[in-house]
């Protein structure tokens, strides 16, 4: 709610400074929505979240306004009119409330993935909006309103026409609201500042792909190819259209692939009848081609991302018709002979894909977080990466290649094998480089001086077996730099070794500090003391000190309880017997 009151008062002052100036009232229309959209909730995409915000920011306006629709006891009407517009807080109120239609419409457009029923629901939601952006054009055109007002109403208008019509599939119109919204914004672009052209050229990137999306539809062929580059540069679509360009670009090249019957790998053909993977194969150089032109690494990682979500779905459909297959392979007889059928080779050849990429998109990440800890080798004060992070990196490389090799059907591939053999080797000595690095950080020199030759040892080894495979090492990272930079990293560990031991001797004269605490009371601290080999080591305190103890508890004879006394009838005088004198006797002790 604190937030909503900051809004709102820079709305106000925005709008008194526009109710002040000489061209008349005035409205930020566009950037109101974005300041307003970005504070609450559509950031995270939460469209519930935005619609509360303008049901709330709507009822402080008609309090304010004294613009109120009834009482609690009974609802009335009342339309705003140009002659109301004496406050530009009256156009804010009419474009509140087709933001608030706008937004139920794309929390709708968001359940009608599960619920198809909602779709109708938001085609008349949509509707509702586009009246109100209507209303606010007609209130607009009062002549107290400015011109750029006017401008920003009629582009607001067209917009959400151009909504309205494109989910109604009516290409025509929409494109055509669509082209009028984009040329109100460009003018507006090139006539004010710097701040405002910003904004307006990010709604004309919106909506530009929303205008080839119609252009398509409408018979336009070439505007396919921009659609893809869209998608594959950003991720996929934009807001409301996603899934209609994800929709689009698998039916054109389902289309293509209908024409698709085989596949050539590693000297085999191997026919493809399943459509996912017809579908994926034709799209493969579109997306390597996009990620080869990605601007920076960020795209090039999502372009990662999307390859490989679309490699596995592909994958999973080919391995259960792999399971098919088994199933009638167990009723009748095996026709193959122990040879590797064409479904299990496409499974190794969309399995071989997979993994490439892997790799690919790891050593991408590698050469990033390489860049940058060059740069915190030079600048201390610069925290960034460390050689663990890239050990790391190559560990998931080298596992992808093993499994490369274990591909069902590539066994007896001799030439694949030295292939994926040569990759390793190169891969298993830049991980041995940033081994030796991590030993750097921790001084152990005679560690790292190791690994270093081990690094020497895979490159020169690669450098000979790469003689016979000269195709092999296009697609690798250069040998020869690393070489050399391993040469020049020895000759720094030399040094900073040799300045580490001149050092050492300074340690100890610290270390030979008196002290007559006992050798048992200081195991773990080290300490050069030559006391403790002479006659009268200090090794323990002697006498110890007294410590208090807990005193003697009581004494409990336990024992008697299971004691068997002798039997004492001889001992005791029998009943009847002394009369008086005996009774006489036994009162004075006599008897004893």
């Given amino acids: 709610m604190s937030s909503d009151k900051h809004n709102e008062s820079k709305i106000s002052t925005m709008e008194d400074n526009k109710e002040n100036s000489p061209d008349g009232l005035g409205l930020e229309i566009l950037q109101v929505i974005k300041e307003s959209q970005q504070q609450h909730g559509l950031r995270h995409g939460d469209y519930q979240r935005y619609r509360g915000y303008c049901s709330r920011r709507m009822r402080r306006l008609r309090k304010t306004l004294g613009f109120k629709l009834g009482n609690r006891h009974k609802f009335t009407g009342k ?33 009608a993935n599960t619920e198809p029923r909602k779709r109708f629901h938001l085609l008349s939601r949509l509707r509702k909006a586009a009246k109100h952006g209507e209303r606010l054009e007609k209130l607009c055109d009062s002549p107290r309103v400015d011109a750029k007002t006017k401008l920003e109403a009629q582009a607001y208008t067209s917009y959400l026409t151009g909504m309205v019509q494109f989910e109604m599939q ?45 252009a398509y539809n409408i018979g336009d062929q070439n505007a396919i190819n921009d659609l ?41 053909s191997v026919p493809v009848k399943i459509d996912k993977a017809r579908i994926f194969l034709l799209g493969l150089a579109d997306n390597e081609a996009a990620i080869a032109q990605a601007a920076n690494e960020e795209t090039k990682e999502s372009l990662y991302e999307t390859l490989l979500a679309e490699c596995r779905e592909t994958i999973q459909a080919v391995r259960e018709e792999l399971k098919a297959e088994a199933k009638q392979r167990e009723r009748g007889p095996d026709a193959d002979g122990g ?29 990033v977080l390489q860049a940058q800890l060059k740069e915190t080798q030079t600048d201390e004060n610069k ?81 000979s077996k ?10 690798l990272p250069d040998v020869q730099e690393l070489i050399a930079e391993v040469n020049a990293e020895k000759y720094s560990l030399q040094a900073a070794a040799i300045l580490d031991t001149g050092d050492a001797p300074e340690v100890p004269p610290q270390q030979q500090i008196k002290d007559n605490t006992p050798l048992s009371e200081r195991l773990e601290t080290f300490r050069l003391d030559p006391a403790l080999v002479g006659k009268q080591p200090n090794l323990v305190e002697f006498p110890p000190d007294f410590q208090p103890i807990p005193c003697k508890p009581l004494f409990f004879d336990l024992a008697l309880n299971h ?14 017997k002394g009369g008086l004198t005996g009774y006489i006797k036994g009162i004075f002790g006599f008897g004893s």
């Fill in 339 to 367: 040879k590797v059928s064409n479904l299990q080779f496409l499974h190794s050849y969309l399995t071989y894909i997979k993994l490439w990429t892997v790799v690919k998109r790891n050593e991408s990440m590698a050469h």
């Fill in 383 to 463: 925290r960034g990466p460390r050689p663990q992070d890239l050990i790391r990196l190559y560990d998931i490389i080298l596992q992808s290649l093993a499994e490369l090799a274990a591909l069902q059907g590539l066994e007896e591939d001799h030439t694949f094998q030295k292939e994926v053999a040569l990759k390793m080797l190169v891969y298993k000595a830049y991980r041995c480089f940033y081994i030796a690095q991590s030993y750097v950080l921790v001084k152990k020199w005679s560690e790292a001086l190791v690994l270093y030759e081990r690094v020497l040892k895979y490159a020169h080894e690669v450098q």
């Fill in 228 to 268: 893809m580059q869209m998608r594959l540069a950003a991720g996929g679509g934009g807001g409301m259209m996603a899934e209609k360009l994800e929709a689009l670009i698998t039916q054109t090249r389902a289309k293509q692939a209908a024409s698709m019957s085989e596949v050539e790998w590693r000297g085999r």
């Fill in 466 to 475: 790469a003689k016979s495979l000269n195709n092999s090492l296009k697609d």
């Fill in 79 to 111: 339309k705003i009119t140009q002659e109301m517009i004496s406050d530009n807080r009256y156009l804010l109120l009419v474009l509140m409330e087709a933001e608030r239609a706008w937004s139920y419409a794309m929390q709708l457009k968001q359940e």
């Fill in 170 to 214: 009516e290409w025509k119109a929409a494109m055509e609201a669509f082209n009028k919204c984009k040329t109100i914004y460009e003018k507006l672009a090139s006539a004010f500042t710097e701040e405002l052209a910003v904004l307006y050229h990010q709604r004309v990137e919106e909506i530009s792909p929303n205008i080839r999306y119609c």
């Fill in 563 to 576: 004691v068997a006394f002798p039997p004492l009838d001889d001992k005791v005088e029998q009943k009847g």
